[in-house]
């Protein structure tokens, strides 16, 4: 009887807060349109987060969208430091990349995010470093570092630290459903361009849809490797075909898993754009249109896949369970135990977390997610 109370009432104050964090949005390009003419005044109040991204899909829209977070909840500007121009050579990826700028990967957000001269060269107050979750969960003082310009150099733990910071959920400005946040934060600041969006389109139009979408990370070949397409085969259905998204290390992988998918008649997603910052986008926003993913090893790329993900909870796009470690792990802290390595809600204070690599043949168990 109290559990079925306890759900309209949840449901309520995430709507409630949904509403909050919509109204914020609206309203934001003038406050961070005021914070910057206070800070060129020399006013010491004005607050400052520059985004200062590096190199790598993942990594990249994490940190402006923790930033972004950030500078929601503290009412201060939020600016972009576009990593130089040129190749990311990341874990020996050795290819040709485009050399582009954040207006050729995303539609331009509703303020400009390129910080004034006076910005670009201040002193930083602070600098928020942190590379873990719990580091950045516990730091009450989060507000009032972002006064003067505060630097945000930091992975992908940080955003829903940031959403579950005990200052930050005072605010009472983000729903309590953390994805709905991150959906609500990306769509707003992170729209790729439409010509990234109609390629996508095209190549899922072509080959019928999307029903299983593998995010291959790192699979160096063993001897003796069988390409587990069998292992897959289960989960495409009839429903569309596949689509491999793989770094350097794993462009064997799709190749193989691409020629047994054409044996058997099913057909393969093919974007058939070159390597680099613009073919990563477009290889993320094909994988949040697949029905299901499966994941390699836990990296942002995949997460921000799930979160994309037009589904209404991301356990329902995951075609791989939970690992053991992490389900005890998470269910130890209180937490609700999520399949993979994307978390949807606010743990418990003190939880940790605990992962496992995993190559892609680990998945024979993988059972199909309910819909």
């Not at 759900?7 to 910057?36: F, K, M």
């Not at 992170?190 to 072509?206: E, G, K, Q």
């Not at 397409?229 to 596949?242: A, H, N, Y």
Request: with cysteine.
């Amino acid at each position: 009887m109290m559990r079925a109370a306890l759900v309209p009432a949840l449901c309520l104050a995430t709507a409630a807060a949904w509403s909050r964090l919509e109204i914020a949005l609206q309203n934001y390009p003038r406050v961070h349109d005021r914070n910057l003419r206070a800070f060129e005044k020399g006013d010491p109040a004005a607050r400052i987060v520059r985004a200062k991204v590096k190199n790598g899909l993942g990594n990249r829209e994490q940190a402006l969208l923790s930033g972004f977070a950030l500078a929601l909840a503290a009412n201060a500007a939020l600016v972009v430091e576009w990593p130089p121009r040129g190749c990311d050579n990341y874990a020996g990826v050795a290819v040709a990349c485009d050399d582009v700028g954040a207006e050729e990967l995303y539609e331009r957000p509703p303020f400009n995010w390129t910080a004034p001269e006076a910005v670009a060269c201040a002193k930083a107050a602070r600098n928020l470093n942190y590379h873990g979750f719990e580091a950045t969960l516990q730091r009450a003082n989060l507000f009032e570092i972002t006064r003067g310009v505060l630097d945000v150099r930091t992975d992908h733990h940080y955003l829903l630290a940031v959403l579950c910071n005990e200052r930050v959920n005072s605010t009472r400005l983000f729903p309590p459903d953390a994805l709905i946040s991150q959906r609500t934060l990306e769509r707003y600041l992170l729209r790729p361009r439409r010509s990234i969006r109609d390629a996508v389109r095209d190549a899922l139009t072509r080959a019928g849809g999307c029903a299983l979408g593998v995010h291959a990370r790192s699979q160096k070949r063993s001897h003796g490797d069988e390409t587990p397409f069998t292992k897959l085969l289960p989960l495409l259905g009839d429903r569309g075909g596949l689509f491999v998204a793989s770094d350097g290390h794993s462009a064997w992988l799709q190749q193989e898993l691409y020629a047994a998918a054409r044996a058997r008649n099913v057909s393969v997603v093919e974007l058939g754009l070159p390597p680099g910052a613009v073919g990563a986008l477009a290889e993320n926003y094909a994988l949040s249109e697949c029905g299901r993913l499966v994941p390699t090893r836990r990296s942002s790329f995949f997460r921000l896949a799930a979160v994309r993900s037009k589904r209404p909870h991301v356990r329902a796009v995951w075609a791989c369970p939970a690992t053991e470690l992490q389900a005890r792990a998470m269910a130890s802290s209180g937490a609700t135990v999520e399949s993979c390595n994307v978390m949807a809600q606010c743990p418990a204070p003190g939880g940790r977390y605990t992962y496992r690599r995993r190559r892609l043949g680990a998945f024979g168990e993988a059972r199909r997610a309910p819909l």
